[in-house]
């Protein structure tokens, strides 16, 4: 139990048995018949001890205020109406008191039926009052004050709502700032975790020929260059998306599987010869699916290029009726785990699980590796 709760349980303890002890000493002490100061005896004994007990069970009852507001409202109806017929009960000042703090329960802690029966329970107040036989001005003057404390609890309830609506509001807009922060870094990841492998394989084949083959070194350094400006541009729209509205994000061009050739190029360039298939219908993808089956393939490449060593590798692109299956596989020995972290299959594995899909990875029984996604059409969560 949080600390606020236990907070607001004894306090309406505290409130509930100071009430009674107040309302015991003006039972059993004070009798309006006599100056004040002055302990009369107008009030006979059993007057006294009827007073005295329905007076306890409805000060006693406030520290339930908050659970059963409206358990509270009806002893302190029939309170009112027991002091119609016990006058050592309607002397006291503190039932009065106790009143208010009934009928502002009600408004600050009942919503829908609860809340219309509160506001009848309420009226009734206000009508036992009338029945006494006041006048009209005494009778308009208690309506005001039982009426604005009810409208005090209903507004303290409503604002109360509402803040907690604004905190719900605020937690979930920080939920997506993180959300969009790690799929923007996942993003980077897969533009830089490429770009790199490719250029430091360019660069490493370039060297061994710069010599002998100055022709194929320079097209290996032009490589290098169109890989770099590339994966800047990428860098560049990324970052971008941290200061654009949504209508510009929208706007903005995203890398899909009709890039899915020039991807493949950088990396035959790297080095490592691609094979691609396409079985199915090609078809038009969401926007979503299509993202991620890109940066699935691009991932897998990669590993690839870093890990499996001299290879080939295969990209399958199955079009399905209700989901795109994806297979990436390599003959080489290296274990295509993305690194020491592992955060390319990481990040494959939280693409596929944003769609409901599954993933699967791991050597295979021939030799090299493979990577299998399968991503629904329509399940984006």
Not at 363 to 376: I, M, S, T
């Amino acid at each position: 139990m949080d600390l606020g709760r236990l907070i607001r349980i004894y306090g309406d303890w505290a409130l509930a048995l100071g009430l009674a002890a107040l309302f015991q000493l003006e039972v059993w002490t004070v009798d309006p018949s006599h100056p004040p100061g002055d302990v009369g005896t107008a009030f006979s004994s059993g007057e006294r001890a009827v007073a005295a007990a329905g007076g306890l069970v409805f000060t006693l009852s406030l520290a339930w205020r908050r659970r059963a507001p409206l358990v509270v409202l009806a002893v302190a109806i029939v309170t009112m109406l027991l002091a119609n017929l016990v006058s050592a009960l309607d002397a006291p000042a503190t039932p009065a008191i106790a009143l208010v703090v009934a009928v502002y329960s009600v408004g600050a802690h009942t919503a829908g039926l609860r809340a219309s029966i509160g506001a009848l329970g309420v009226a009734g107040v206000i009508g036992v009052t009338a029945a006494r036989q006041l006048s009209l001005a005494d009778v308009l003057f208690i309506a005001m004050i039982v009426g604005g404390a009810w409208l005090a609890g209903r507004a303290i309830r409503h604002r109360r709502l509402r803040e907690t609506q604004l905190e719900r509001e605020k937690a979930e807009a920080e939920a997506a700032i993180a959300e969009e922060r790690t799929r923007i870094a996942r993003e980077l990841h897969d533009v830089v975790a490429h770009a790199i492998s490719v250029i430091v394989l360019q660069a490493r084949g370039g060297r061994k020929l710069l010599d002998a083959e100055p022709e194929e070194a320079r097209q290996a350094l032009d490589a290098i260059e169109r890989t770099a400006s590339q994966a800047l541009g990428e860098m560049r729209r990324l970052l971008g998306l941290l200061r654009e509205s949504d209508a510009e994000l929208a706007l903005a061009p995203q890398p899909t599987l009709s890039r899915l050739e020039d991807l493949v190029g950088q990396v035959r360039e790297a080095g490592l010869p691609v094979e691609v298939a396409v079985e199915g219908e090609p078809r038009e993808l969401p926007p979503g699916v299509d993202l991620s089956a890109y940066r699935i393939v691009q991932e897998a490449l990669t590993n690839a290029l870093k890990h499996a060593g001299p290879a080939t590798a295969r990209v399958t692109v199955r079009y399905g009726d209700g989901e795109l299956d994806l297979e990436i596989s390599d003959d080489g020995v290296g274990a295509g785990n993305g690194g020491g972290a592992g955060q390319g299959l990481a990040g494959i594995r939280e693409r596929v699980a944003v769609f409901g899909g599954d993933v699967e990875t791991g050597q295979r029984p021939e030799g090299g590796y493979a990577v299998r996604a399968r991503l629904p059409y329509a399940s984006e969560r």
